[in-house]
């Protein structure tokens, strides 16, 4: 059984405001806890990727969300 879009679209957003809110509590714990090097290249290339790497697993519940229902004719 499929949840139905409206729910799906529901979870999915709760479970993205979640992931996002953890997810920047790491990076920034990361970014202010002196594991960072004093290099500016490396602080952009530090911001640069994890200011990218969350569009992957929110990529991934927008796709689950955006699922089409299944009807009787899919089925069969």
């Known amino acids: 059984m499929r949840l139905p879009v409206r ?7 709760l479970l993205l405001l979640i992931v996002l809110f953890f997810y920047a509590m790491i990076v920034m714990t990361i970014a202010v806890s002196g594991w960072m090097p004093a290099n500016g290249f490396i602080e ?4 640069l ?18 699922k089409p ?7 069969a």
């Open 7 to 13: 729910l799906r679209k529901f979870i999915g957003m």
């Open 44 to 47: 952009f290339m530090f911001y």
């Open 49 to 66: 990727i994890t200011g990218l790497a969350w569009t992957f697993p929110a990529g991934i519940i927008i796709w689950w969300m955006q």
């Open 69 to 75: 229902e299944k009807t009787d004719r899919d089925v």
